[in-house]
């Protein structure tokens, strides 16, 4: 590759994408790679601050920007995903499914410490909707060695570095406890937001059962759904230390095996989640749910509808960024809550 002066380069190949930027009005490219530059191109390419451009000279041992940026895109592109043509020597590789999104780091460290190589995901363990960009790839120069490609080949070994787990068609049911609700001396206004959370994974809600704050009423309700065939149970009020919240005895009761009942997040620190010897999950949601737009429930119910098994290890590990600011506007999953796991 060499450089040569713009006026001298009528006639000339463009080997990759120029870039022009005019504040708020454009940001493209002005000439694609393979322009055959004109005469009448030089005056915007010295308005774009180009006072040389440079000529393509072949070299086997090097690969173009835009070969290498499809190299990288498959390297990490997996089922449900496609990628976009190459724009600017950039691929972006999207969702084809909704679903749950997961990037191995150690390798995406790998990869992106090898030199040349730029590919920026947005954050894993989260879900994804069909059409949402995942990642973006390129290379830092016009040209890369061959060889360190193949480096980058090797630490794929075969597996991408990205899964999306598409959400499954699940079932639940909701348990309501309260003497209040339950006598009626109050409006229920939790269940209409499990509701919504429900709808949002398109989980069929085959049941809905208010009870006392009585253990037995609650472990009977329990088991109710799910012999009713439910695949996740969600248990709503009851969970503080207070002597009549008595969700998490019932649920023990019930015979699920409790995986955390308490979780390093503010807020949702009185969570419960387990399961019983089926995988049918149960979960308990402190009151915080009803009035708070994002919970630790947020966090982990995408890795129910996914079918991923939530770990005691999991839930230790919310403690970093497991402090939500209370944001005026709550932009989750575009911030730092919950990023721990």
Same mark, same amino acid.
């Given at each position: 590759?060499?450089?040569?002066?713009?006026?001298?380069?009528?006639?000339?190949?463009?080997?990759?994408?120029?870039?022009?930027?005019?504040?708020?009005?454009?940001?493209?490219?002005?000439?694609?790679?393979?322009?055959?530059?004109?005469?009448?191109?030089?005056?915007?390419?010295?308005?774009?601050?180009?006072?040389?451009?440079?000529?393509?000279?072949?070299?086997?041992?090097?690969?173009?920007?835009?070969?290498?940026?499809?190299? #990288? +895109?498959?390297?990490? /592109?997996?089922?449900?995903?496609?990628?976009?043509?190459?724009? $600017?020597?950039?691929?972006? !590789? %999207?969702?084809?499914?909704?679903?749950?999104?997961?990037?191995?780091?150690?390798?995406?460290?790998?990869?992106?410490?090898?030199?040349?190589?730029?590919?920026?995901?947005?954050?894993?363990?989260?879900?994804?909707?069909?059409?949402?960009? #995942? +990642?973006?790839?390129? /290379?830092?120069?016009?040209?890369?060695?061959?060889?360190?490609? $193949?480096?980058?080949?090797? !630490? %794929?070994?075969?597996?991408?570095?990205?899964?999306?787990?598409?959400?499954?068609?699940?079932?639940?049911?909701?348990?309501?406890?309260?003497?209040?609700?339950?006598?009626?001396?109050?409006?229920?206004?939790?269940?209409?937001?499990?509701?919504?959370?429900?709808?949002?994974?398109?989980?069929?809600?085959?049941?809905?059962?208010?009870?006392?704050?009585?253990?037995?009423?609650?472990?009977?309700?329990?088991?109710?759904?799910?012999?009713?065939?439910?695949?996740?149970?969600?248990?709503?009020?009851?969970?503080?230390?207070?002597?009549?919240?008595?969700?998490?005895?019932?649920?023990?009761?019930?015979?699920?095996?409790?995986?955390?009942?308490?979780?390093?997040?503010?807020?949702?620190?009185?969570?419960?989640?387990?399961?019983?010897?089926?995988?049918?999950?149960?979960?308990?949601?402190?009151?915080?749910?009803?009035?708070?737009?994002t919970t630790v429930f947020d966090i982990l119910f995408?890795?129910?509808?996914?079918?991923?098994?939530?770990?005691?290890e999991q839930i230790a590990r919310l403690g970093y960024g497991g402090y939500c600011l209370k944001c005026?506007?709550?932009?989750?999953?575009?911030?730092?809550?919950?990023?721990?796991?």
């Open positions: 590759m060499k450089k040569i002066k713009t006026q001298d380069a009528i006639g000339h190949v463009l080997p990759h994408d120029m870039t022009r930027i005019v504040k708020d009005e454009y940001k493209g490219p002005a000439f694609k790679k393979g322009h055959v530059i004109k005469e009448e191109d030089i005056p915007l390419l010295l308005e774009m601050g180009k006072e040389h451009i440079y000529v393509l000279e072949k070299d086997e041992n090097m690969i173009h920007e835009n070969d290498a940026a499809k190299i #990288l +895109a498959n390297i990490c /592109i997996n089922d449900y995903m496609e990628m976009t043509d190459v724009q $600017e020597g950039k691929i972006e !590789i %999207k969702a084809t499914e909704d679903g749950f999104f997961e990037v191995d780091t150690d390798r995406l460290f790998e990869l992106n410490y090898l030199g040349d190589i730029a590919i920026a995901t947005r954050t894993g363990n989260l879900p994804v909707k069909k059409g949402d960009v #995942l +990642a973006g790839t390129r /290379i830092i120069p016009l040209l890369i060695e061959k060889n360190q490609l $193949e480096e980058a080949e090797k !630490i %794929k070994n075969g597996v991408p570095i990205f899964k999306i787990t598409p959400f499954r068609k699940l079932k639940g049911g909701i348990v309501t406890t309260g003497s209040e609700v339950y006598n009626n001396r109050i409006v229920d206004k939790f269940t209409p937001v499990v509701k919504d959370k429900l709808k949002e994974y398109n989980v069929e809600l085959i049941h809905h059962e208010i009870c006392d704050d009585k253990t037995e009423m609650i472990k009977n309700a329990i088991m109710k759904i799910k012999e009713m065939g439910a695949d996740v149970i969600l248990c709503t009020g009851g969970m503080s230390v207070d002597p009549d919240d008595l969700t998490p005895a019932a649920i023990k009761e019930s015979g699920a095996n409790i995986i955390a009942y308490g979780a390093p997040t503010l807020p949702g620190s009185m969570f419960l989640v387990g399961y019983f010897d089926d995988d049918t999950a149960i979960m308990g949601l402190p009151g915080c749910v009803m009035y708070t737009k995408p890795y129910v509808i996914a079918g991923k098994k939530i770990t005691r005026e506007t709550c932009h989750y999953p575009n911030c730092e809550f919950g990023k721990g796991v």
